[in-house]
């Protein structure tokens, strides 16, 4: 088989990818259905109110992160995710059943938000790690990618068919259609042959909390990780509503348009993450270099003069992104010990989507008293920023140098230098690649 499809050669891991597959497409047109509800029925327009549904979604991987990972690394994941499965399918189902009927309203969204938000807070963790119990230690980083492609795949699909669906039958059929392909995740999980899963170590006892953030404290590596990846996620991935925006307030298109910048953004997510699947490592360099791009990117689309240029320019938003995320995920699972994996995973999504109850609101803010363009604007600032000041730490701080070679095959490499006698005592986890 492929390197880049080396974990499907497992069949647990080939039935949740392809399980996983279809949720992701409903997912996608969920989310699509949704925000066209507030925007378009529930609201004339309103950037707050959007803003407001998805920050009350991201605002308990905040509040709860310590917990869900405590609860990830304690419980059967597989018996975690059954539940937290049928919570979001019923969740949809009754949004969707008040979108068909006309009875929503914009506190139901609020409601049923911060409900879903609740269950994925204690879903996200569970899932992320349960890739491990499926695959060896030598393709988690493959089946991390994998898992990336297939959502982004979702992404490919779902937005342009929920922009059908709208169009065809309206905002509450793509919403039960969502419901529906909860069935193929959860009948996943029930044809798993348990008994090949690998068991991981269970944390027992008292102060499992205060071990994931000592754990993380005297890890300079996934703090690095954990901080690029925070200033990306509240910032720069708030697409959800800045395409929404562009879409509607820019260029004055329909849902029809606005769920096809979610499928061609796609494309270059999917290209990245079947790239990063055929790697066999995660590494530094290929995190800061995607963030660089991902500024430029990003800056280029805000600028944007016409709707198809801004389509375009959303294919390599869409792969610097995703490379960024993919390699920092990787990262972070593939350096933890097996038995802080669960709680680690969960800080590590609380910085990346926890930011959002802040972000979402702000983006809104500033689309309304600044113009939608800077919207992506101002997270491209944000992370091209950051990336100065972790440049000007690594080089100071851990003798770090970067260096650029153009010599036959252009190649970045970030390395660390010795450390001298009088600096010697300056600790370094890992070396950075």
């Known amino acids: 088989m492929s390197p880049t499809f080396t974990s499907l050669e497992i069949r647990n891991y080939r039935l949740w990818f392809l399980g996983g597959f279809v949720s992701n497409v409903g997912t996608w047109i969920g989310r699509v259905g949704q925000d066209w509800l507030v925007l378009t029925v529930l609201t004339a327009g309103s950037a707050t109110a959007l803003g407001v549904v998805t920050g009350l979604q991201f605002l308990p991987f905040l509040l709860l992160a310590p917990w869900t990972g405590l609860i990830a690394d304690r419980f059967s994941r597989r ?17 969707g059943v008040l979108a068909v009927t006309g009875t929503a309203q914009l506190w139901h969204v609020y409601a049923i938000a911060l409900f879903q938000g609740v269950t994925t807070a204690i879903d996200n963790p569970a899932r992320q790690v349960f890739v491990s119990e499926m695959v060896p230690a030598e393709k988690l980083t493959n089946a991390v990618a994998l898992n990336s492609a297939s959502f982004n795949a979702g992404r490919l699909i779902g937005p342009g068919l929920a922009g059908l669906v709208i169009a065809w039958w309206g905002t509450g059929q793509a919403l039960l259609l969502n419901t ?13 042959t348990t008994s090949e899963l690998r068991s991981p170590s269970r944390a027992k006892g008292r102060g499992g909390i205060r071990e994931g953030f000592a754990y993380v404290k005297h890890r300079r590596d996934i703090q690095l990780v954990m901080l690029l990846v925070f200033v990306l996620g509240t910032f720069g991935m708030n697409f959800q509503i800045t395409m929404a925006l562009m879409a509607t307030k820019v260029f004055a298109k329909g849902a029809g348009e606005f769920g096809l910048l979610g499928s061609i953004m796609a494309v270059g997510s999917l290209t990245a993450a079947l790239l990063s699947a055929r790697r066999k490592e995660p590494r530094l360099r290929v995190l800061l270099v995607a963030l660089v791009g991902f500024t430029a990117s990003a800056a280029v689309a805000a600028a944007a003069p016409t709707y198809w240029f801004f389509a375009v320019a959303l294919v390599p938003v869409g792969l610097t992104a995703l490379t960024a995320l993919t390699t920092a995920n990787a990262m972070v699972q593939t350096r933890v010990a097996p038995e802080m994996r669960g709680r680690v995973m969960a800080l590590y999504m609380a910085i990346f989507m926890g930011g959002t109850p802040v972000g979402a609101p702000m983006i809104g803010w500033i689309s309304e008293q600044f113009g939608p363009r800077w919207t992506i604007g101002v997270g491209a600032a944000a992370v091209g920023i950051t990336l100065v000041a972790v440049s000007v730490w690594l080089t100071r701080a851990e003798n770090v140098r970067v260096s650029y070679e153009s010599q036959r095959r252009p190649r970045v490499s970030v390395t660390t230098v010795p450390a001298r006698r009088d600096d010697a005592h300056v600790p370094v986890p890992e070396p950075a690649r």
Not at 184 to 189: K, Q, S, T, W, Y
């Open 79 to 95: 018996r975690i995710l059954l539940v937290t499965q049928s919570l979001l399918a019923l969740t949809s189902l009754v949004l």
């Open 180 to 192: 529906l392909t909860f069935v193929f995740v959860l009948g996943a999980l029930a044809m798993l």
